[in-house]
């Protein structure tokens, strides 16, 4: 079954590279996504990446795939006191209706 | 352009009594919707997500039960709720499977059973 596993904490200085990382078990042609949480609202896509895909980078974001180890990473250039959210991870294989998220990363930025 | 709205934003219910949370989504037809539950140190749980009116598909055995009366409403409900139920409620919307795309999420419903 699907299953996508995050570490709970992170916690970085301001200026440093933040990264968060997921695992997933789907092996399918599978969409993973990144999305974020501020506190008390709902949750914001940043990127995704399908399964074909090794690396994609969008401005201070640096999403990461490794197929083999169904591996998935973000990572937060030059981190900012605003990044500080739960970033969650989340798997959609295609063609199908269900997002799998995993728990969440709580990514604590300090000044 | 495509809204989702989710109402109450905050709820406290005592236990054994019952809920009714909705959720509607503007700008789109004949969307994918999903109920999430999130709880602390859970992650964000799939309870229910539907392709089409009547057409609902429940992912974790519970008290819960979602209905969708209009293509764009999506309605959670319980005849009892527990102190179990307590969490953070989203709704969320997508489009075609085939296609690559993320699924919407409304600001959520804060509910507390006391």
């Known amino acids: 079954g699907e299953d996508v596993e995050q570490s709970l904490f992170l916690s970085v200085r301001e200026g440093d590279s933040s990264v968060i990382n997921c695992t997933y078990t789907d092996s399918s042609s599978t969409y993973l996504y990144w999305y974020k949480q501020e506190p008390g609202a709902g949750l914001q896509l940043l990127t995704y990446i ?40 989340a798997e959609r294989t295609s063609g199908t209706y269900k997002y799998i998220f995993g728990t969440g990363t709580r990514l604590k930025v300090l000044a | 352009s495509q809204t989702i709205h989710q109402w109450p934003a905050t709820l406290v219910q005592p236990v054994g009594s019952p809920l009714s949370l909705e959720c509607t989504v503007e700008g789109t037809s004949n969307p994918n919707l999903y109920w999430y539950r999130q709880a602390a140190g859970r992650g964000l749980q799939l309870l229910f997500y539907s392709i089409g009116i009547d057409q609902i598909s429940s992912e974790v055995p519970q008290n819960l039960s979602a209905s ?39 600001q959520g419903t804060r509910l507390t059973v006391v």
């Open chain 2, 68 to 106: 969708r009366p209009q293509d764009r409403q999506f309605i959670l409900s319980s005849k009892k709720l527990l102190l179990s139920d307590s969490g953070f409620y989203l709704c969320a919307w997508s489009v075609s499977p085939q296609m690559n795309t993320e699924a919407f999420f409304g």
């Open chain 1, 50 to 89: 399908f399964s074909n895909m090794d690396m994609k980078q969008d401005q201070r974001l640096t999403v990461l795939l490794n197929k083999k180890d169904k591996h998935l990473s973000l990572r937060i250039a030059d981190t900012q006191t605003g990044d500080s959210a739960i970033y969650f991870c």
